[in-house]
């Protein structure tokens, strides 16, 4: 395993840097060692998708880690990584929300949420439809909830060879994310994240406006 993890961290990493993009290295499945190799590179970004491995990681590394959880996040265990996490980027519910605002109060903090949308042909993905993100935004339960924040969306697109509709999915995810920037978000400049690419398909995605791409494989290898 030695240096495959930062040979491919420089190289992504130097892509990125030129489109001003951050790269979140998803670190799912491997060991905290290969999370150690890429730290001690100087990259401090990870995240995961799974809480009880996302905390029993954050517990054995490096406090200035910034953490970011990318995967399906239940209610129930928001109180597991609300004392430390930096980023939530798969918020799907109001339900969600507030268990993140009610937890993120306790811990007397601030969470950074993006809302997940969804945008593929998948029927396995989660997410909230467009619409369903507007009326989320417009209710008074959500404007109540002062331990949040939310930076921006995130989305998945289909998992296909065809490049055309991998991009016009992100397209779409733009376009809503402009609206809302001109709209419910117009006076929220922290409004600014776009969450969109994964090693299979983030240069279309950083062409059509992501500011953030969670990269797994690309970095530590093939998960099994
Ligand atoms: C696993 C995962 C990624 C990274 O996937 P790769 O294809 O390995 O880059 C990105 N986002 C989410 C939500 C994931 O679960």
Known sequence: ?????????????????????KLIAISKTKPVSAILEGYEKGHKVFGENRVQELVQKQQQLPDDIEWHMVGHLQTN?????????????????????????QEASKNDRIINCLLQIYIAEEATKYGLSFEEANSLLLTSEFKALHNIKIVGLMGMATFTD??????????????????????????????????????????????????????GSLIFGERN
């Open 1 to 21: 395993m030695v240096d495959i993890v930062s040979e491919s961290l420089s190289r992504i990493l130097n892509d990125l840097d030129q489109a001003g993009v």
């Open 77 to 101: 265990k928001v109180k597991l990584i609300a004392p430390f996490i930096n980023y939530i980027h798969s918020v799907d519910s109001l339900k969600l929300l507030k268990a993140i605002n």
């Open 162 to 215: 065809n490049s055309d509709q991998i991009r016009r999915e992100f397209h779409a995810l733009k376009e809503f994310y402009d609206k809302l920037g001109q709209t419910e978000f117009k006076d929220n400049p922290e409004f600014k994240e776009l969450s969109m690419g994964m090693s299979g398909d983030y240069k279309i995605a950083i062409e059509e406006g992501s500011t953030m791409v969670r990269i």
